[in-house]
């Protein structure tokens, strides 16, 4: 059985991976002049699509709280960008590689990424495992223009915020840090919210919200790059 399975396996995993792929290839241009060693992008990439098992599992546990509605929303929003931005930590924002503002946000871009690959992967296999070919191919198309989008606006928020304290003292980098993870959880609950909610016409709109979102990030970009290290610290460091 599982041997008859494995094409449509194949099949869902084209389908979750290469979207993501491409969006990787998108963002990672936008630091083509100092690119992150392919490694460290991997490794990201594999941090990504780990916090996605962890996220089922902490989701799993905390259905029993009997939560529902937007408080369940919020919560398990809260869990997913949590352990998004801990892989994030674990994996590669310690790293001496981590040497410019611009960094953390490419790093959670990844991780993001790499959550959104395996997240789509697995909301495709089950329609397709019941050959229901067009429930799959609405599905990818939606989360390719939406939720795979949305996790890395969310996820990016809390990079962007770590740009801005990077050659902050700690404390205030831990601040920046929790004020980004607050942002990420609530844009993610309100976009499930609203998918949740509402339909057709009203879930275009949202998913023109989160395009809009993604034209916000690319300038940005283009502010953080603009960030430099303050001279008084480069005067200390001589």
């Avoid at 395996?118 to 990818?140: H, K, M, Q, Y």
């Avoid at 607050?182 to 919210?193: E, I, P, R, S």
Wanted: aromatic content about 14%; hydrophobic content about 60%.
């Amino acid at each position: 059985m599982f041997l008859d399975n494995i094409p449509t396996f194949l099949i869902a995993f084209a389908g979750g991976f290469l979207p993501a792929l491409i969006w990787l290839w998108f963002f990672l241009k936008e630091d083509r002049e100092h690119p992150e060693p392919r490694a460290l992008i991997f490794l990201a990439f594999l941090g990504g699509m780990l916090a996605v098992l962890i996220s089922l599992v902490l989701e799993h546990l905390t259905g029993a709280w009997g939560l529902v509605g937007l408080p369940l929303i919020f919560l398990w929003a809260f869990i997913e960008e949590g352990v998004k931005f801990a892989m994030a930590g674990i994996t590669v924002l310690w790293r001496k590689q981590d040497d410019e503002p611009i960094d953390p946000v490419i790093y959670l871009i990844t991780v993001a990424l790499g959550f959104a690959a395996l997240e789509t992967s697995l909301f495709l296999l089950a329609p397709l495992l019941e050959r229901d070919v067009s429930s799959a191919i609405i599905n990818g198309n939606l989360r390719f223009l939406g939720a795979a989008l949305l996790h890395v606006i969310s996820s990016s928020a809390v990079g962007v915020a770590l740009a801005f304290a990077f050659y902050r003292p700690l404390v205030t980098k831990i601040m920046y840090g929790a004020l980004g993870l607050l942002v990420a959880t609530v844009l993610h609950a309100l976009f499930n919210f609203s998918i949740m909610e509402f339909n057709g016409r009203a879930a275009m709109v949202v998913f023109f919200v989160v395009w809009i979102a993604v034209i916000v990030l690319l300038l940005l970009f283009e502010k953080v790059k603009r960030i430099y290290q303050p001279l008084l610290v480069i005067k200390r460091k001589r």
